[in-house]
């Protein structure tokens, strides 16, 4: 079936005569791909190069939540994101983050206010208030948090765990969706209360195949496809939106429900009804594939134009100082023994474990049972160190360390020696920022020049230091991923057991524990 357009929106269905005609025979037209929450930084690419790379996936539209880049650089990095998204044909639309830092404990580069967030309201391509993720300030009322929520009409939620009358009260102060579910059950609850679910597949936290049985034709409405956090790696590897829809449809879902999670559900739940469809008055936004099953993504539609790779173009960078102060063995060391509190990695998932474990710090690391120090320094005020123990990265020697630490962004490492971990927290602050791997006399790096967040370097480059940073690792011993585990460990709004700058911190109890019980 043909179809006409006119000044990037479809005018008619059917035969017209026109000044130009794309010959698409043989092949499939469908709406443009929408992912409906995703931390760009967490690619570890420009936004320009991360829109390259997505727009070649049939991805038309993100729903972007800036608050890693504002955790570090306050609006700043709202303002980076948004002159950043406007130089691509991507649809880069922005939910301004609601909680900067994430909670009232955290200590990052910013602290964002209602009034600091007023100023974007009204902005082109600023659609919302993204992932409320202080669920205990919601439920008390704080008044600054509930003048932000009041600010936008569109509010996304963040709510793990959370459920019963707490969920309900959390529903009731405005959160219109979670993407946070990870059991059919809570994903239930939340669609029976009448929210969306958004139904996350990132390079870490992988919900798809265990949610998808919520899916049919009365529920996939108000549901739908988001990455979350997908870094470059897997976005070259295995793709973006259009990989949730091959994987949806290999676990047995219908190709048009896949569709319109895809497309239709996230317009509608942004309400953003000049997209989701090939119809009259929509956005003429589609991508071109070669059949349903295999579902290649060929050639890709902004606004009626064909969407060519421009080639990689230097973005600009936002640095911000690195105020960290490289510990000494004195400060990263523990003492005691006793049943300690160690932060248990969960394979597939971003949630972690509070297992209770007897432990000997003299005997720190433990490789046999895999419990090693974590450590988290303070880049910004050069406070010192936290320190922690974590059982599951499966290194036998040498450290890893990043700048990347949801949502804070402090230097997070995770090392078998003391010498290798104070070495690669060292190398992150020369860097300015970035990813390393040390052990022996071999260091292995990423820098990450803007922001500590986001690389300078074309995709094709980042994605190869990326592997070389997987390969290091892995001969050590890591487990797969490393660095998006390691990404996770200080991020206090998720269950259950983390690690800051300031040492263990209980997310059940919201609250800084000791490390021995």
Do not use: W
């Not at 050069?382 to 990347?404: N, P, Q």
């Amino acid at each position: 079936m043909d179809f006409a357009v006119k000044d990037g929106c479809i005018i008619g269905i059917g035969d017209y005569q026109a000044e130009r005609d794309h010959d698409l025979s043989g092949t499939y037209v469908v709406p443009g791909l929408i992912d409906a929450h995703v931390h760009i930084e967490s690619s570890l690419l420009a936004p320009t190069e991360y829109a390259r790379l997505v727009l070649s996936h049939g991805t038309t539209t993100v729903i972007a939540d800036p608050h890693e880049i504002a955790n570090v650089c306050g609006t700043a990095g709202i303002e980076y994101m948004l002159a950043s998204g406007a130089q691509t044909p991507l649809d880069i639309l922005i939910m301004l983050p609601s909680c900067v830092p994430a909670t009232p404990l955290d200590m990052g580069g910013a602290r964002l206010t209602a009034s600091d967030l007023a100023r974007f309201r009204g902005r082109e391509r600023v659609i919302g208030l993204a992932e409320v993720m202080n669920v205990p300030g919601v439920l008390a009322g704080d008044e600054d948090l509930r003048a932000k929520m009041d600010l936008f009409e569109v509010i996304d939620g963040h709510a793990p765990s959370l459920s019963g009358k707490d969920l309900n009260a959390y529903i009731y102060a405005g959160v219109q969706s979670d993407h946070e579910s990870t059991t059919l059950a809570e994903a239930r609850e939340r669609l029976l209360r009448g929210i969306y679910v958004m139904i996350r597949e990132g390079s870490t936290e992988q919900n798809l195949r265990d949610l998808l049985p919520l899916v049919d034709r009365c529920t996939a409405p108000r549901c739908c496809f988001a990455t979350d956090d997908r870094h470059a790696g897997t976005l070259v590897r295995d793709g973006h939106i259009d990989d949730c829809i091959r994987k949806a449809v290999s676990y047995g879902l219908d190709i048009e429900l896949a569709l319109r999670m895809a497309t239709l559900s996230a317009a509608e739940r942004f309400r953003l009804h000049d997209r989701g469809a090939i119809a009259p008055g929509r956005l003429a936004d589609f991508c071109v594939i070669d059949d349903p099953d295999r579902f290649c993504v060929l050639r890709t539609f902004k606004r009626g134009v064909e969407v060519l790779d421009p080639g990689y173009r230097p973005p600009e960078v936002l640095k911000t100082p690195m105020q960290a102060r490289v510990p000494g063995r004195g400060e990263i060391q523990i003492t005691g023994r006793g049943v300690a509190r160690v932060i248990g990695i969960v394979p597939g998932h971003i949630t972690t474990r509070c297992l209770h474990s007897p432990v000997d710090a003299a005997a720190i690391p433990d490789i046999e049972r895999d419990i090693l120090k974590a450590v988290v320094t303070d880049r910004y005020r050069g406070s010192g160190s936290g320190v922690g123990l974590v059982h599951g990265f499966g290194l036998e020697e040498g450290a890893i360390a990043g700048s990347v630490s949801h949502d804070s962004h402090n230097i997070v490492t995770v090392g078998v020696d003391d010498a290798d971990i104070i070495r690669a927290i060292a190398e992150v602050v020369r860097l300015g920022g970035g990813l390393v791997v040390v052990s022996g006399n071999e260091v292995t790096t990423l820098p990450l020049e803007c922001a500590g967040l986001i690389s300078a370097l074309p995709c094709d480059e980042v994605v190869r230091r990326l592997a070389a940073l997987d390969e290091h690792a892995g001969r050590l011993g890591a487990i797969e991923n490393p660095f998006m585990y390691l990404s996770f460990l200080a991020l206090t709004v998720i269950p259950e057991l983390r690690v800051t700058e300031r040492g263990v911190f209980d997310v059940g109890t919201f609250s800084d524990v000791p490390l021995f019980c």
